[in-house]
Every structure is written in C-alpha cells, then in structure tokens.
C-alpha cells in the first residue's frame, strides 16, 4: 500500500487512519464539485431560457414588423379616403341624376369602394361610433351636443377613425350627448 499524497508505502494498519482522514477532505471536495456542477447546471438553464426568450421577442417583432410595416402609409391614404367621401357626400340628388357628370360620380364611387376593398385586404377597419358610448381608446370627443341620448353616447361623426388589425390608426372624432 502506498500514502497518497507522496508514494511512500503505508502499512495495513495505518491504512484506516490515512482513508479514515482522507474521507472528509475527499468529501469536501466532492460536495464542491456538486456544487460547482449544480451552479453550472443552473446558469446553463437560465441562459437557455433567455435564449429562448429573446426568440420568441424576436419572432413577434418580425411577426409585427409584416403585419404592421404599412402603417404609415395606412395613415397618410386615409386623407384620400376623407376627401373622397366628402366629395361624395355633397352632391345632390339632382347632380347624381345629371347625365353630364352621371359617368364621373359613377367613376368616384367605383374609386371609393375600390379604396374601402384596398383597406378590407390589408386589415384596415373603420371604427363604430354613432350610438355607441365613448371609447377614449378609439374616440376622441371634439364637442358635446344637447341631445336626449344618454350622457357620453356618440351623436356625431366629424371624421371617421380606422383600426389596423388590433392597431388604432386614428381615433374618430365625435361629438357626443350633453348631460341635461
């Protein structure tokens, strides 16, 4: 039998009392070595889950990047879509029955429901207002009106408001009923 630490023989009966005061010391390292492993084991999962994590963030924000990517220009076409539906709306019966401008109103309104089919696609929706009660998150109240509607219900549409999928893309501007 030899010692260990400097290979000098041992006899067999020092051979208990050299394992017996190893065993601690070996003992102790072997838990610290547990521990270092179950340390390691632990930062191991914790930087598989951030990975993960920024994966998925990730993911949505290309997912959102498409999905939203158009926003901008969703917003500028919707002056278009006002201006159109204006132009629209002030013509009179007996213009629309005048069979000089009939292929040119006949043209604005194949135009605005082209525009409205262009919105539909791309998840562009106009927002309910009149009748409904204030929403702050999709109205923005402009005035309030006496009416013998409930307190806060919407009388007045000034101007349409548009959600992109789940996104306002500009809130509609009302007028809403006047408490007594």
Excluded: C, W
């Amino acid at each position: 039998m030899t010692n260990i630490e400097n290979d000098t023989p041992v006899e067999d009966g020092a051979t208990e009392e050299t394992a017996a005061a190893l065993a601690p010391e070996a003992q102790d390292e072997s838990a610290k070595l547990a521990e270092q492993i179950a340390a390691l084991q632990q930062d191991l999962l914790y930087a598989r889950a951030e990975t993960q994590n920024v994966t998925r963030r990730k993911d949505k924000e290309i997912a959102d990047a498409h999905a939203y990517a158009s926003t901008k220009f969703a917003r500028d076409i919707l002056s278009v879509a006002d201006n159109l539906g204006r132009a629209l709306a002030t013509l009179t019966p007996e213009q629309r029955e005048d069979a000089a401008i009939k292929p040119l109103i006949t043209g604005l309104e194949a135009t605005e429901r082209e525009l409205l089919s262009v919105f539909e696609r791309n998840g562009i929706t106009r927002i309910a207002a009149i009748g409904l009660p204030l929403d702050p998150n999709q109205h923005q109240a402009m005035l309030e009106i006496p009416s013998d509607k409930a307190p806060g219900t919407i009388v007045q549409e000034m101007q349409a408001g548009y959600m992109m999928k789940d996104r306002l893309l500009r809130p509609a501007m009302v007028g809403v009923a006047k408490a007594g």
